[in-house]
């Protein structure tokens, strides 16, 4: 069946373009998939448009959108399997990884939709004249376009398509051409659920084809982008002509601190799964590994003995404990990324090439990959590569730890490893990321904003702040007792 979604319609894409989903983890065909452009995205901005201008979803109270989103999450926890399938299916990550994020996405549309439903964000204004009735009321934004990644195709597309609706918006989403399956079945259940035609639009396609147009669209009111941080910067200027709101969440190259007095067992299991998770392809991976220097080669020891001991596989082999990347093209680019590091300076401790193993050729693997020695003005250190590959660097001190760490230009997360609290958080107030762990790493729940400082994004997800994205103040004065002023006589 035709699978854009379009005012309330599957629909074909109108040049007859399709394309062929892949498995990363051994090249078979998943499905073959409309792939929409530029009129498909125009078709859907039409919708979205339409459905928010005269259509019933912005004027629903906000109790009804947030029972919706509560039944959303009802229908994915029923039909969570047949979703992790997708997911690992599209992705080739393993399936035990896909049913963790289902629950996660389950969880952020039930407490987007328990937001909504609270309506608290409205407040009386007191302005000293009791004869004056002033309140700060917050409405949707209006039609949003809502692109999302290949890494966490489904999750991604819930930290937005659940507040975008709570809100009250319309919008129109692009998945990544590479993982649309999971996006298709969302569409599905936002029906199911009762959703107006139109509030809900589904493009599939390429980010020229069909998401550029997205964001330069004059009825395009907000865009909400996830991925690299080029398209991010182009995006940026695309929707400036139209001074559209914008939330972009752009990678990092983040720090995981690890000090002398840290649990040495604990530090080093969470140092593997701050990188290896996902094979790497994961925004809050812990790439940069910076350990004191008097711990550096017991801990960095043990580390590769057991990244060594890592097995790779597909979705649904239980042994396995990482994948594959995405795509041939994505291994090419981390395989330069490592050689340019050796070629740096750095040393090679384990990893550093594909697996040896027949039974992974037709997949998209890389060996999880220690680099040490490494350096902060090494491209190596400073660029996000978004696969297995780990640099480590030493320090002395609380001070040279901190300056390492914020010598980057990202700033989405940090963790820092002691046993010292005070130690632990002077470090974290200092750190400039949006999230900074604790002897922990990766956790994350909807109550709390998520995004980052500097190049690593605009706005927030996640938390009250999320839905703020998805919504405009507006300041009603209303003078109960108006009487002429007398200013022009």
């Known amino acids: 069946m035709p699978e854009l979604f379009i005012g309330g319609r599957w629909t074909a894409a109108v040049d007859g373009h399709v394309r062929e989903i892949r498995c990363p983890a051994d090249g078979t065909l998943v499905a073959t998939v409309d792939e929409g452009g530029p ?7 039409a919708a979205a448009r339409d459905a928010f ?56 549309f039930r407490y987007f939709g328990s937001l909504a439903a609270s309506g608290g964000t409205d407040r009386a204004v007191d302005t000293g004249d009791p004869a004056v009735d002033s309140r700060v009321v917050h409405e949707p934004v209006g039609v949003c376009s809502l692109i999302t990644p290949w890494n966490y195709p489904l999750l991604q597309t819930a930290w937005k398509v659940a507040p975008a609706l709570a809100a009250g918006n319309t919008f129109v989403l692009k998945p990544s051409e590479l993982t649309p399956h999971t996006a298709i079945g969302l569409m599905r259940l936002l029906a199911e659920a009762g959703l107006p035609d139109g509030a809900a639009n589904l493009v599939l396609g390429t980010g020229p084809g069909a998401g550029a147009p997205l964001t330069t669209d004059e009825r395009v009111d907000m865009v909400s982008f996830t991925g690299g941080l080029a398209t991010g910067r182009h995006i940026m200027a695309a929707a400036a002509p139209t001074v559209k709101k914008i939330a972009l969440e752009l990678g990092g190259k983040n720090p995981n601190i690890v000090f002398a007095d ?28 910076l350990v004191q220097e008097k711990l550096h080669d017991a801990f960095v020891d043990e580390l590769v003995a057991r990244a060594r001991r890592i097995r790779l596989g597909g979705p649904f082999d239980e042994q396995a404990r990482s994948g594959p990347l995405i795509s041939a093209a994505h291994r090419e680019k981390v395989e330069a990324y490592v050689a340019a590091g050796l070629d740096e300076g750095a040393v090679l401790r384990c990893g550093g090439r594909r697996p040896d193993d027949p039974a992974l050729g037709d997949g998209f693997y890389y060996l999880p990959t220690v680099l040490d020695d490494c350096t902060p003005g090494m491209s190596v250190v400073r660029d996000e590569s978004f696969g297995p590959v780990l640099t480590v660097e030493r320090f002395r001190s609380e001070d040279e730890a901190v300056a390492l760490a914020n010598d980057t230009f990202y700033g989405l997360t940090g963790g820092v490893w002691t046993q010292d609290s005070g130690l632990a958080q002077r470090v974290a107030s200092r750190l400039r990321a949006g999230t900074v762990w604790i002897n922990d790493f990766h956790p994350y729940v909807p109550q709390a904003e998520w995004g980052g400082m500097k190049q690593s994004g605009v706005g927030r997800e996640l938390g009250p702040a999320g839905l703020a994205e998805y919504q405009e103040a507006k300041h009603i004065w209303r003078n109960t007792a108006p009487r002429p002023q007398r200013w022009f006589e």
């Open 53 to 108: 201008d005269r259509g019933p979803w912005p004027g629903t109270p906000a109790a009804d959108r947030g029972r919706l989103l509560i039944r959303v999450a009802d229908l994915l926890e029923r039909d969570k399997d047949a979703f992790a399938r997708a997911e690992s299916l599209d992705t080739g990550k393993r399936l035990v990884e896909s049913e963790y994020d289902l629950d996660d996405i389950a969880n952020c």
């Open 262 to 289: 840290a649990e040495f067992d604990t530090a080093v299991d969470y140092a593997l799964m701050a990188v290896f998770l996902h094979a790497g392809q994961v925004c809050s991976a812990g790439a940069r590994l």
């Open 39 to 45: 009129k498909d995205s125009a078709a859907a901005v």
